[in-house]
């Protein structure tokens, strides 16, 4: 955990949930791997998984790859199915309008477009965005708090005074 210029940097080995709109080149820290970023209160909240929910609003069939785009009005992020994971895609019969829910992993193309590569993938109801949304709050919430908690604990710990004699003192 260290702390940088917006907050305490927490690294989160879970999938972090987002909506497409969040998921934009500004949220991302790139390097050997690609995390997404969200500040929340005093925590920066950093994940290479994500989950994210959305209506599809296309779907791009390629030689090579198959490209799903999620939207949740507000903008759209790229769910990219590579040959190997296109069963993941046919499987579920997503078409453009019906809602998916995606656990998957933020990688980068050769261009620098950021993009989801699925895990797993879940048609979901059509009110279950909304739903998402909420839970976004909460989760974030919930971090931030004990994140600041955490800090807190650490920043009384070396407000003490050492124990024992101080040998700093001339005699």
Not at 12 to 23: H, N, R, W, Y
């Amino acid at each position: 955990m260290g702390e940088g210029r917006e907050g305490y940097e927490i690294l989160l080995d879970c999938f972090l949930k987002a909506l497409p709109s969040e998921v934009v080149a500004g949220a991302v820290k790139r390097g050997s791997v690609v995390y997404f970023r969200v500040v929340h209160g005093k925590a920066v909240l950093m994940s290479r998984k994500i989950a994210v929910v959305g209506r599809v609003q296309g779907v791009v069939h390629g030689d090579k790859f198959t490209d799903i785009v999620l939207g949740d009005g507000n903008g759209t992020v790229t769910v990219r199915f590579w040959s190997e994971k296109k069963g993941l895609l046919e499987d579920k019969g997503l078409a453009e309008g019906s809602t998916a829910k995606v656990l998957g992993v933020l990688r980068e193309s050769r261009e620098g477009t950021v993009y989801v590569t699925p895990i797993a993938v879940q048609s979901v109801p059509d009110g279950y965005l909304e739903e998402f949304t909420a839970r976004i709050r909460e989760d974030r919430d919930f971090l931030a708090t004990f994140i600041e908690k955490q800090r807190s604990t650490v920043d009384a710990e070396e407000a003490k005074p050492p124990i024992g004699r101080d040998f700093s003192e001339k005699r």
